[in-house]
């Protein structure tokens, strides 16, 4: 499959389904914030090492969680039952965007979370599609995640934890929070162990996107949330 050069100018994607074996769309464009609404609403998302050029997803299988899947250890019920964590939403965006690039991960030499990405997904939490979950411990942020909410669909990007559980901790507070208002699907993106323990899955592609399809219809939930 050939890899399509996207123009800075107009912002198209080709079909999703043209992705290369690795999942390779595109390369290209720009980080804009309705270029990357474009991407999110067709399956597609942008994942690149600092230094090189924008690169565009669309990887099959997709790795997606359905709130009603979600799979909560019995290690985690104490964290809950005892209040452990606090759990915020949209009050820290851009710091939670920086501590999830500064997050060391096994393997990798750098972050994909680049000043660009941070300055195009900040624009869209400022526009009322991006948005962000804090956990805190005894006041101090140590613990969170961001993503994209549009229909009834929340796309995660990156997540991080400084003591033990706390990501996951977020990580469940938001998926019981997106039940409670609807949501149907939490794309994941691509497979970890860490959140298959919660319950993700990989489907094929495009299954994936006839779910997007159906999601078109419904209106994105803009604004803040609270808590």
Known sequence: MPIFWLSEQNIVFPDPELADPQGVLAIGGDLSPQRLLKAYEMGI?????????????????????????LKVARSMRPYFNQGKFEVTYDQQFETVMRRCAAQYRPGQGGTWITQGMVKGYTQLHEMGYAHSVEVLEEGHLVGGLYGIALGKVFYGESMFTEVSNASKFGFISLVRRL??????????????????????????????????EQNEAEPALRGKWHT
């Not at 691509?190 to 779910?211: D, M, N, V």
């Open 45 to 69: 998302f942008p994942w690149f090492g600092p230094g090189e050029p924008i690169l565009w997803w669309s990887p099959d299988p997709r790795f997606v969680l359905f709130p009603d899947e």
């Open 179 to 212: 039940k409670g208002r609807g949501f149907r699907l939490i794309d994941c993106q691509q497979e970890t162990p860490h959140l298959a323990s919660l319950g993700a899955r990989s489907i094929p592609r495009r299954k994936f996107l006839g779910y997007l």
